[in-house]
């Protein structure tokens, strides 16, 4: 019996806390004991995390690239307090099992055991993700997303929209009523060798944040159902309003860290009061928070196409 789990315990997991612990450290200033706490871990095990050399975690079949740019994600979401420790876990699943359906995890272990290959095993993907069970209108969203994700893979301007804790795109259904209704890129947009790049395929329920927000904006107007984030600066700026999009912005204490849902709250008022549609919504960051700038389309290669433009606008006016 050699189940996939067995690569995930001994390779991605061990890979993952400490490449987290390191950051937490390292970049939030977070002690031995917090991160233990938060990561589930004894101090001990926090203690050898942060000896350990990084470029030592990516054990076979990772890479460290790969490991860096899921682990950053899960980073920025603890360190920001958007990840309860269901989200968390949450997380960590839904990644082990993107990488188990055709990704390094599949590959892997249909190398461990021949007789997979074979059989040609697709155990991984009847279990949690059959296409018989994926509605026709779940496919076409799925479609959408992977549409918008090359259009903004293949321009290379996007690279300097990416903020720290990363961009991700999603994109909900028409009556969706949680976070499971709404699909995005788990792991999310990251760069790679000066690359954009998705790690991994869309999946519905791997938001917590975007989706969150997404959700918020449909209960005021559902014709609003995709939402992407990406680095907030003046240059940005300029090139909203040069384009009239109709925005508004949260401006924070920058000594105080608000409240978990302030964002949620400034947006749900903004609708009301712009006559419920909004381009863009600019948090403005503060403390522990990176300026971010959301915004918003009916579909997901709608908002791909103009994210596009707007970080072409963007790359020229710098470049001046």
Request: with cysteine.
């Amino acid at each position: 019996m050699n189940p996939p789990c067995e690569i995930t315990v001994r390779a991605l997991l061990p890979a993952l806390r400490t490449l987290v612990a390191k950051d937490l450290a390292e970049n939030y200033g977070w002690t031995q004991t917090k991160i233990a706490k938060r990561l589930g871990v004894t101090q001990a095990a926090v203690s050898g995390y942060l000896t350990q050399d990084v470029e030592s975690t990516a054990l076979p079949p990772f890479n460290i690239e790969e490991l860096r740019g899921i682990a950053k994600g899960l980073t920025n979401e603890i360190a920001m307090k958007r990840l309860t420790h269901v989200d968390l876990i949450n997380n960590i699943c839904e990644i082990c099992l993107s990488l188990r359906r055709g990704g390094t995890i599949c590959h892997v272990h249909k190398i461990k055991v021949a007789e997979l290959e074979e059989e040609r095993c697709t155990i991984c993907m009847q279990l949690h993700m059959s296409l018989a069970d994926i509605s026709d209108v779940r496919r076409v969203i799925l479609g959408d997303l992977r549409a918008a994700v090359s259009l903004v893979e293949s321009t290379p301007e996007f690279t300097d929209l990416v903020p720290e804790v990363f961009s991700n795109i999603v994109m909900a259904l028409k009556d969706a009523k949680g976070i499971a209704d709404v699909a995005g890129i788990p792991g999310r947009l990251v760069r790679v060798r000066g690359k954009v790049r998705a790690l991994m395929d869309p999946e519905f329920g791997v938001s917590s944040h975007l989706a969150k927000l997404l959700l918020a904006v449909m209960k005021i107007n559902p014709n609003m159902r995709s939402a992407i984030n990406v680095k907030h600066n003046n240059s940005l700026l300029s090139v909203i309003k040069k384009l009239n999009l109709r925005y508004e912005m949260l401006t924070r204490d920058p000594k105080y860290e608000g409240e978990k849902d302030e964002l949620i709250k400034f947006t749900e008022g903004a609708l009301k009061k712009d006559g419920s549609w909004l381009d863009v919504v600019i948090d403005s960051g503060g403390f522990g928070i990176e300026p971010n700038a959301y915004f918003f389309d009916e579909s997901a290669t709608k908002l791909a196409d103009r994210i596009v433009r707007i970080s072409r606008m963007v790359s020229n006016l710098e470049r001046k």
